[in-house]
């Protein structure tokens, strides 16, 4: 039997590498990552990493993809004005004062944060979503973030 290959969760692969383990663990609340869940936090954080992506070759294709689509989203919102985007999620959510709003660390990284979103806010996460997909590259230069 062939070996399965990781071709078609480059992008799972890549989020894993660039989120913090305990943002893993979180992500693994969501349904599409819910395979995420056999991470070993105890372990040290390359072991960690590695062992969770050996465990890819495990999960179904459909699974896969569906959270290779997710993980794209992620990583799209961290590299366009992402202390932009999060600021403004955090207004939205300290405005509607959210239920879990002291769980919400300003001062971890960004894929941190933004993996809070998509977990427990998750139509804040679509809001900010939405303001990329309409201001993004190639031409971006009329991007203004305004206060709620």
């Known amino acids: 039997m062939a070996k399965k290959t990781l071709k078609n969760s480059k992008h799972l692969v ?11 663990t979180l ?24 062992t969770l992506i050996d465990a890819l070759s495990s999960v179904k294709r459909e699974a896969i ?14 590299r366009f004005r992402t202390e932009e985007l999060l ?10 004062d959210h239920p879990e709003l002291s769980t919400f660390d300003r001062t971890a990284d960004a894929m941190t944060r933004l993996i809070w979103l998509r977990v427990k806010a998750p139509n804040i996460f679509d809001q900010i979503e939405t ?3 309409t201001h993004r ?12």
Do not use: H, N
Not at 88 to 93: E, K, Q
């Open 65 to 78: 993809t569906i959270a290779d689509e997710e993980a794209v989203r992620l990583l799209q919102l961290v």
């Open 137 to 148: 590259p190639p031409d971006p230069s009329d991007f203004k973030m305004t206060p709620i």
């Open 14 to 24: 890549e989020l894993i590498g660039s989120a913090t383990l305990p943002a893993i």
């Open 131 to 133: 303001i990329y997909l």
């Open 87 to 96: 600021e403004y999620a955090y207004s939205v959510i300290t405005f509607e």
């Open 27 to 50: 992500l693994s609340k969501v349904d599409q990552f819910a395979f995420l869940s056999v991470l070993d936090a105890s372990q040290p954080d390359d072991s960690a990493r590695s």
